[in-house]
Every structure is written in structure tokens, then in C-alpha cells.
């Protein structure tokens, strides 16, 4: 003991005493096994008919929002009303089937060359009627195109049962005119043709 310390005081150098290294005070750290293999893991037990319930996951599945419907501003509907048809008289309809009428300022004369039909529109009825068929020499006091047909024709005047011969009417057709015109005369008409001139 005696000389342990002489040879400490002789040397004159301090006594180091050698630290631990800092690797050799290393812990490693515990592996993941480690840990998994020292953990309890405790089941709780299920009822008899009880169902497992799935535990709540962090991230909830957002609920879709209400949509917003904009409507579209509406519009006052438009009632359209359809204008009454005033009922044309006798002689309405009968001018209805002159087209381009023309009347002469004074009656002309023609002159059928041959026999040719006389006729005369029902407007009661809108039948046309043939009343029978002139020669010689007639008046006319306009001209006009016949619609339905476009024909070039001339219109006459003809005094009921009485003008160009024709007296041997029936008296049907005769209360018709009369019915029609509210009087004794009526307005018939010529086709144009070849048989028909005007007379100088």
C-alpha cells in the first residue's frame, strides 16, 4: 500500500481513471416484436346472439348536402280568343262566287248565237242551278271570273218567270228565288264562250 502510493506521488502525473465509452452505454432500443410479444391482448366476450359491432373508424363518410333547384320565373300564359264569324247574308255569299266582279258603268248587250244555259246560285243552299237555256240577244250589267271553276262569265239580270222565254219554271224554284232575293228579280249568269258576243 505504501509503495502504491510513492509510485503515484513520484510520478507526478495525476491518476486518470478511464471513463466508459458512450457505446459501450448504449441500450438498444426494443424491436417491434419485442413489444407485440409482451402485450397482453384482452377479448371481451360476446353475448350468445349478440353480433360483433365494428368499432367507429376515425374518418366518417360525409353526408351529401341538399341540392339548391333554382325554378325558372314563369310566364303569364296568352289566352287567345278566336274572333266569332259573322254569318254572311244571301247576297254576300252570292258575291263570294264573283271574283274580280266588275260592274259596267251602263248594262251592255250580248248576244247568245246559240243556245246557252242561264244559271243561278242558291245561296240558302250554295247549290247552282240551271235554269234553262237562252238565244239571241240578252243584258249584262258586269263581268267577273266564277270561283271554283275560273271562268269568264257575265252577269244578268233576270226577272222571275217572266225574261228570255224561261216562263215554264218550277213553282219550287221559283219560291226559292223568291225566298233568296225577297223579291221578284233575281242575278244570274252566262258562261263566256264562243256562242257569246257583244253586240255593237
Known amino acids: 500500500m505504501i509503495l502504491s502510493l510513492f509510485l503515484l506521488v513520484g510520478c507526478g502525473q495525476p491518476l486518470q481513471i478511464k471513463q466508459p465509452s458512450a457505446q459501450a452505454a448504449t441500450v438498444p432500443a426494443p424491436r417491434a416484436t419485442d413489444s407485440i410479444a409482451g402485450t397482453a391482448t ?3 366476450p360476446l353475448a350468445s346472439g349478440e353480433l360483433p359491432t365494428a368499432a367507429p373508424t376515425g374518418t366518417q363518410a360525409a353526408e351529401p348536402s341538399p341540392t339548391s333547384v333554382t325554378l325558372a320565373p314563369t310566364t303569364p300564359s296568352v289566352i287567345v280568343v278566336p ?3 259573322v254569318p ?3 247576297l254576300q255569299r252570292w258575291r263570294a262566287q264573283e271574283v274580280n266582279r266588275e260592274v259596267f258603268a251602263e248594262p251592255r248587250t250580248y248576244r247568245a248565237n246559240q ?3 242561264l244559271f243561278w246560285f242558291d245561296p240558302a243552299n250554295e247549290q247552282i242551278v240551271e ?3 237562252i238565244i239571241g240577244a240578252f243584258p249584262a250589267q258586269a263581268q267577273f271570273t266564277l270561283r271554283g271553276t275560273n271562268q269568264p262569265a257575265l ?3 233576270y226577272r222571275i218567270n217572266n225574261d228570255f222565254g224561261l216562263t215554264s219554271i218550277s213553282e219550287a224554284l221559283r219560291a226559292r228565288m223568291r225566298a233568296a232575293n225577297s223579291g221578284e228579280a233575281v242575278e244570274t249568269y252566262v258562261i263566256v264562250s264562243e256562242a257569246v258576243t257583244i253586240q255593237q
Do not use: F, K, M
Request: hydrophobic share 30%.
Open 155 to 157: 252577269e244578268v239580270p
Open 131 to 133: 235554269i234553262g237555256t
Open 88 to 90: 254572311l247574308d244571301n
Open 83 to 85: 274572333r266569332t264569324t
Open 115 to 117: 243556245p246557252v244555259p
Open 42 to 44: 384482452s377479448v371481451t
